[in-house]
């Protein structure tokens, strides 16, 4: 099954700032901007934190950013902070098959 | 506020079927899509199914599709998935999820863990 890639681990100390990758294709991420980004904290559901590569929902602090570049999008956490930490996951729509939604394999971030 | 709450943990055997709900408040249920992802034991989010809430179409990912089955009951604000044939690799946490905006999961439900065990 298709998958967007994502580094497995990203670690940063508090008010730093980290950026995770999300790599897909021309079938996904480099031909459409129905990129999202979700936070999920061990045992809780995921949380949505950035829509269509760049835009952030309501009540979702502005520390959080997102950017898309040919089949990259990437998603900056600035001025970490402990709640931080958690697991993210970057989603595309994907076409040409019948799965239409493709998630990443997750980043684990540690605020050290 | 937008609020998903859905059925109880399950536990069946390999072959059995399993059917989760998803009820939906705080907004115009037909008015959204309502998405199916799982979560097996320490992997990735995988996505699996799509209703139409308003006219009942679907879309299935072809690694579910004859075994999975999405409705809805507009009078229930209720989205339901059944998934069959269930084998042990179906263990899983089952989350509904509102589509808004486009392919976007804005709202989450608290997640239903299916356990397939003999």
């Known amino acids: 099954q298709s998958a967007l890639t994502q580094p497995a681990s990203v670690s940063g100390s508090p008010g730093q700032s980290i950026t995770i990758s999300c790599t897909g294709t021309?079938?996904?991420?480099?031909?459409?901007?129905?990129v999202s980004w979700y936070q999920q904290h061990p045992g809780k559901a995921p949380k949505l934190m950035i829509y269509?590569?760049?835009n952030r929902p309501s009540g979702v602090s502005n520390r959080f950013s997102g950017s898309k570049s040919g089949n990259t999008a990437s998603l900056t956490i600035s001025g970490l902070q402990a709640e931080d930490e958690a697991d993210y996951y970057c989603?595309?729509?994907?076409?040409?098959?019948?799965?239409?939604?493709?998630f990443g394999g997750g980043t684990k971030l540690t605020v050290l | 506020q937008v609020q998903l709450v859905q059925s109880g943990a399950e536990v069946k055997k390999p072959g059995a079927s399993v059917k989760v709900s998803c009820k939906a408040s705080?907004?115009?249920?037909?008015?959204?899509?309502m998405h199916w992802v799982r979560q097996a034991p320490g992997q990735r989010l995988e996505w699996m199914a799509w209703?139409?809430?308003?006219?009942?179409?679907?879309k299935y990912s072809q690694k579910f599709q004859g075994r999975v089955t999405i409705t809805r009951d507009t009078s229930a604000s209720t989205a339901y998935m059944e998934l069959g044939s269930l084998r042990s690799e179906d263990t899983a946490i089952y989350y509904c999820?509102?589509?808004?905006?486009?392919?976007?999961?804005?709202?989450w439900g608290q997640g239903t863990l299916v356990t397939v065990s003999s």
């Open positions: 705080g907004y115009t249920f037909s008015t959204y899509a």
């Open positions: 209703i139409n809430a308003g006219n009942g179409n679907t």
């Open positions: 999820a509102r589509e808004s905006p486009t392919w976007t999961f804005d709202s």
């Open positions: 269509d590569v760049s």
């Open positions: 989603t595309s729509y994907i076409s040409g098959s019948t799965l239409y939604v493709v």
């Open positions: 021309s079938s996904d991420v480099g031909s459409y901007n129905y």
